[in-house]
């Protein structure tokens, strides 16, 4: 995993530039900050990594980090924080990027640690939202972009329920 402190994080790419600073807004997770939309680091994480559908090479550096704020306490971890790989890894593979050489190691191995870390959350209550997070994660880690994303779409009762009545009249 790329060290916060590591001076390549001013050579890597966000939606702004210099991913420079990144390493502070990802220093903050390890108090793992629960995300409203609006909220602080996860609203500039977002902006800055995963803009518009589009990943840059240091989305590839910030997903490991993100990825062991999740192991450092799975049961209190909010769906965000798999909802932040599962789309990095649907976006990269949609837009056929590729991981940076001296990422891939670290990007592919966190990734594979998501199954494990999803269960490991199983303590914990799930609603739609972290459900569908945690299962697109695990689906985007194995391979099935399609489906990780679909997941995605599947977030509040209201479009499960469309989906439903969608499948029903087919």
């Keep these: 995993?790329?060290?916060?402190?590591?001076?390549r994080w001013g050579e890597l790419s966000?939606?702004?530039?210099?991913?420079?600073?990144i390493p502070e807004?990802?220093?903050?997770?390890?108090?793992?900050?629960?995300?409203?939309?609006?909220?602080?680091p996860w609203f500039s994480l977002w902006s800055a990594l995963a803009h518009q559908g589009d990943v840059y090479s240091a989305s590839f550096a910030?997903?490991?980090?993100?990825?062991?704020?999740i192991a450092s306490s799975p049961e209190r971890?909010?769906?965000?924080?798999?909802?932040?790989p599962a789309w990095v890894?649907?976006?990269?593979?949609?837009?056929?990027?590729?991981?940076?050489?001296?990422?891939v190691t670290d990007y592919f191995e966190s990734l594979s640690r998501i199954p494990?870390?999803?269960?490991?959350?199983?303590?914990?209550?799930?609603?739609a939202a972290f459900t569908a997070c945690a299962l697109s994660a695990t689906a985007a880690a194995k391979?099935?972009?399609?489906?990780?994303?679909?997941l995605l779409v599947l977030t509040s009762s209201d479009t499960v329920g469309e989906f439903l009545a969608w499948s029903c009249d087919r």
């Design 62 to 69: 910030a997903v490991p980090h993100v990825i062991a704020a």
């Design 116 to 127: 494990a870390l999803a269960a490991s959350a199983g303590e914990k209550q799930w609603n």
């Design 143 to 150: 391979g099935q972009h399609e489906l990780a994303e679909a």
């Design 1 to 7: 995993m790329l060290e916060l402190s590591s001076p």
């Design 25 to 40: 807004l990802l220093r903050q997770l390890s108090a793992l900050p629960s995300d409203d939309g609006s909220s602080e």
């Design 77 to 84: 971890v909010t769906d965000v924080y798999f909802h932040f």
């Design 89 to 103: 890894e649907i976006c990269r593979h949609k837009n056929g990027i590729d991981v940076p050489h001296d990422l």
């Design 14 to 21: 966000d939606a702004y530039g210099s991913a420079a600073r």
